[in-house]
């Protein structure tokens, strides 16, 4: 296995660099989130080693400071599950990557899978090493800013109405953006649809829930139909 070279981690930090930001400010409205329901920087880094979801971090906030943990625990699996189909489809690139591969494929977050699921890295560097940084810069990120931001929530007393929107700017965005580049409407369709369905039937505490199962299950058994029409933008 190759030492990792400055030329490594100068590549990986270019590719990772727009995530960083984004990871270290979503990170810092966490950690403040999680002061403001009782829960100290430790709680908020614990959480990021352990779930490292930013969307289930934020939805479980509630649950958690309402004492719903089984909820909480349940919402955060379902909502996660696609993680596991991340895993799955980089099992060829990875299968060579020896001790570094369950670190790799526990730190999959949406955001590293979509830089790493492209190519092999740029040209001139080894790509073990940085497919490994990538992926550790994208979680330190994650990591530091929530607990600055649970400590900033220690240290200031300000309103904090608001701060959770910035998940749901940024999923919007993210909807958009998937809606632009794919011909094949019909996953952002069905989440929209199942999940506006879900929400009226089942009310606000548990919607998300049987909303995921509907979604997955329809996706799979939609798979044939959904990748010739996107499978171009896989490549």
């Known amino acids: 296995m190759k030492n990792i070279t400055r030329k490594d981690v100068l590549a990986a930090l270019h590719t990772s660099s727009p ?4 990871f270290l400010v979503l990170g810092i409205g966490y950690g403040i989130l999680m002061q403001r329901h009782g829960y100290g920087p430790l ?5 990021g080693i352990i779930i490292f979801s930013g969307t289930a971090q934020f939805v479980s906030i509630t649950m958690l400071s309402s004492g719903s943990v089984i909820m909480a625990g349940l919402t955060a699996l ?5 993680h596991v189909f991340f895993s799955i489809s980089m099992i060829g690139r990875y299968s060579s990557e020896g001790r570094r591969k369950p670190y790799l494929y526990y730190a999959l977050c949406d955001e590293t899978y979509a830089m790493l699921s492209k ?10 090493n940085y497919r490994l940084l990538v992926t550790l810069f994208d979680q330190s990120a994650w990591l530091t800013g929530s607990f600055l931001g649970g400590w900033i929530g220690t240290l200031l007393t300000f309103d904090s109405t608001g701060i959770d929107f910035a998940m749901t700017a940024l999923f919007t965005t993210v909807f958009i953006q998937q809606w632009i580049d794919n011909k094949c409407h019909l996953p ?3 989440g929209v649809v199942a999940t506006l369905a879900c929400r009226l039937i089942f009310g606000r505490d548990i919607f998300l829930i049987p909303a995921m199962i509907i979604i997955i299950a329809v ?3 939609a798979r044939s139909r959904i990748e010739p029409a996107g499978g171009e933008n896989h490549d």
Do not use: Q
């Not at 379902?78 to 696609?82: C, V």
């Open 19 to 22: 995530i960083i930001v984004t």
């Open 43 to 47: 709680w908020s880094l614990l959480s």
């Open 78 to 82: 379902m909502i996660s599950a696609r």
């Open 119 to 128: 190519d092999d890295g740029p040209e001139g560097v080894n790509v073990s």
């Open 188 to 190: 952002a369709v069905l």
């Open 219 to 221: 996706l799979t058994a």
